[in-house]
């Protein structure tokens, strides 16, 4: 069965400072692992996916995560975090079973400082 | 191109009643899923759906949940004799295909109160 963990329910960070929100996954067999972003009162946003290749993979708004499969972790990062990122963060994953729905974490509130 | 349109977006309902929540997916977009957001969580996936056909109801409640996709107009998600524990915010994806490597499209969700 698939699972996601988010073991920080917030993080805090000062503008202009790098941040790391974490994710693990379980899954059986390959994972496919996405990061989706919810604003107050909107729908959630897609900002990246891994699915194979390269393991840093970019997204939108400067994100960027890093899938490492010998530690089942698939980390958002950003080098210098701006005031409007501020949200919710989700990190969702699907297995190769076919399976077309998607499993989420319960979510990552980033908060970024002024 | 219109993103993923959900209506209402505030739902307001009495114990017992009946909620109808709608979704029309992005142009071009022939897979409907459903999710349920409990206050504090993260998404919870409920059904899929193609055109006039139910894919994957695994998450759906066994009672009072139905789901539908019509060969023309949206999907809906009902909800008959709503309880208290019904009150959640309700999101609606869409993808154009379906398979693993297809992220989903969000709308905005409908957000239920019971009263």
């Known amino acids: 069965a698939q699972s996601v963990a988010q073991p920080e329910d917030q993080v805090n960070v000062a503008e202009g400072n790098p941040l790391t929100v974490k994710c693990t996954y379980s899954?059986?067999?390959?994972?496919?692992l996405f990061w989706y972003v919810q604003y107050p009162n909107r729908g959630l946003q897609f900002l990246l996916k891994?699915?194979?290749?390269?393991?840093l993979v970019k997204g939108s708004y400067g994100f960027e995560a890093e899938f490492n499969k010998s530690q089942t972790s698939f980390h958002l990062k950003k080098p210098s975090a701006l005031v409007s990122d501020s949200a919710l963060y989700f990190c969702?994953?699907?297995?190769?079973?076919?399976?077309?729905?998607?499993?989420f974490g319960t979510g990552t509130r980033l908060t970024v400082i002024p | 191109n219109a993103g993923v349109m959900q209506n209402p977006r505030h739902l307001v309902r009495r114990r017992g009643q009946e909620a109808r929540l709608r979704c029309s997916p992005m142009?071009?977009?022939?897979?409907v899923y459903w999710y349920r957001q409990l206050p504090e969580e993260g998404l919870k996936f409920m059904v899929y759906?193609?055109?006039?056909?139910?894919?994957?109801e695994s998450g759906m409640p066994k009672e009072r949940f139905s789901a539908e996709f019509p060969k023309e107009g949206p999907s809906i998600l009902r909800i008959q004799q709503v309880v208290r524990g019904d009150s959640a915010a309700y999101f609606c994806?869409?993808?154009?295909?379906?398979?693993?490597?297809?992220?989903?499209?969000f709308g905005p969700g409908t957000r239920l109160t019971v009263l």
């Open positions: 969702a994953v699907r297995d190769q079973t076919g399976a077309n729905n998607l499993f």
């Open positions: 142009k071009g977009h022939s897979h």
């Open positions: 759906l193609q055109k006039e056909n139910i894919i994957d």
């Open positions: 891994y699915i194979t290749g390269d393991n």
């Open positions: 899954v059986s067999g390959n994972p496919y």
């Open positions: 994806a869409s993808s154009p295909a379906s398979g693993v490597y297809n992220e989903q499209f």
